[in-house]
């Protein structure tokens, strides 16, 4: 039920915020639109845990900005290394162990490893990512350690033990 | 108080539209300099990270000094929604392009590359 609400809330709000125009025919045409998508979504049953992870909202939302200043760190980092008049790049591939349980906080883990420039997720397998790293001094094991907390702790809640 | 308010909204009216345009400009910047890396980087998976400098901060700068500069709140709220569908969408073409590569048996170059070798292959 929560999952319902919640992609109903943010298919109404991003209706309202994608059209601009409140007369009531559109706006009942927006109340069909969204309730047709329900509809659908309910027949190809998605509404769960990882069609609307809105449930999760506040968690992503205290993230988000953490991960938004880790981007900038390895952005000044890449840029630099665009620019350096001597190409000081060493690649490496590391196999990074997560603790991410559920498919929801491994996705959310890997696409912060691909965000940041200089790392990407090249392979999943279980609980261990493949990543391909423009650095190899800042791609050891230690330096995902956070980010993997924090993206468990953003998809999962905070209760389940490491 | 009323009076402060007011000289505030007027100031930020004034200042928003040259703080968004450098906001565009820097943005732009990082863009170009994302492609000079994807020029310059030796393989597929280094211009894959050059390339996620374009995708990242480019995009967001660009995408804020657009939003400072905005007549109204609904071009904002589809700022915004752009904004969310990039950073959803584009580490996932960055993996499905580096798994497909890998897939593929593309191996990746590893370990400190040699400057001057490469410099001349680049060109």
Known sequence: ?162 | MADLVVSIAEWWQVVRFPLGAALCLGGALLCVVGTVGVLRFPDFYTRLHAASVTDTSGATLLLFGMALMAPDWMVVSKLVAIFVFIYLTSPASSHAAANAAHTAGLQPLIGPVDTHDKEGLDS
């Not at chain 1, 309910?42 to 809105?54: F, K, N, S, V």
């Not at chain 1, 290394?81 to 883990?109: G, Q």
């Not at chain 1, 392979?123 to 230690?142: C, F, N, R, T, W």
């Open chain 1, 1 to 162: 039920m929560a999952y319902f609400l919640g992609l109903l809330v943010a298919l109404v709000g991003f209706w309202l915020g994608m059209s601009g125009h409140y007369s009531p025919l559109l706006l009942s045409l927006g109340a069909v639109s969204v309730a047709v998508c329900m509809i659908l979504a309910y027949r190809l049953d998605i509404i769960d845990r990882e069609g609307a992870p809105y449930v999760r909202i506040v968690g992503f939302a205290l993230y988000f900005p953490w991960l938004m200043v880790e981007i900038a760190k390895s952005n000044w980092a890449v840029v630099k290394a665009c620019l350096k008049a001597d190409l000081d790049i060493a690649p490496a591939l590391v196999k990074v162990k997560t603790a991410c349980e559920s498919d929801l906080a491994k996705v959310t883990f890997a696409n912060s490893i691909t965000l940041t420039p200089g790392t990407v997720t090249v392979e999943i397998e279980g609980d261990k990512m493949l990543v391909h790293a423009l650095y190899e001094q800042s791609a050891q094991p230690e330096a995902f350690a956070e980010m993997d907390r924090r993206s468990r702790e953003a998809a999962d809640g905070k209760r389940r033990p490491a």
